[in-house]
């Protein structure tokens, strides 16, 4: 059974970085697409990046020059490290697993989620 393991969220003040982290417990790591995703009491969970199988990434605009996504498959982690946020970067923090074809950019086209991290931006 994979579990997804968020961690690294935090509270900080607008400028600030922090890294997430996300662990992969399973078999097989490096053959998957991730992503991670954000979401807001009350709104859609909200695409933030996606790294592939060969460590492509895509990100969506508004994290685009702030945010780095990247992987390491030895370690089965996957790892988001964010700069200059500011506080509409507030939000719980999920990495997924892409069930294999769909859309990155919809959270439909993944089938396993992690339990999310809170990030909390402060002006």
């Known amino acids: 059974q994979v579990h997804l393991v968020e961690s690294g969220g935090g509270s900080v003040e607008a400028g600030a970085s922090l890294r997430l982290s996300c662990v992969f417990s399973?078999?097989?790591?490096?053959?998957?697409?991730m992503a991670w995703f954000r979401q807001v009491p009350g709104k859609e969970r909200e695409f933030v990046g996606a790294i592939n199988w060969s460590k492509r990434t895509l990100y969506a605009d508004s994290v685009k020059g702030r945010f780095t996504i990247s992987r390491d498959n030895d370690k089965s982690t996957m790892y988001l490290q964010m700069s200059s946020l500011t506080p509409d970067d507030t939000a719980v923090y999920y990495c997924?697993?892409?069930?294999?074809?769909?859309?990155?950019?919809?959270?439909?086209?993944?089938?396993?989620w992690g339990q999310g991290t809170q990030v909390t931006v402060s002006s």
């Open positions: 997924a697993q892409r069930a294999g074809s769909g859309s990155f950019f919809s959270p439909n086209s993944y089938n396993r």
């Open positions: 399973g078999q097989s790591f490096g053959q998957y697409d």
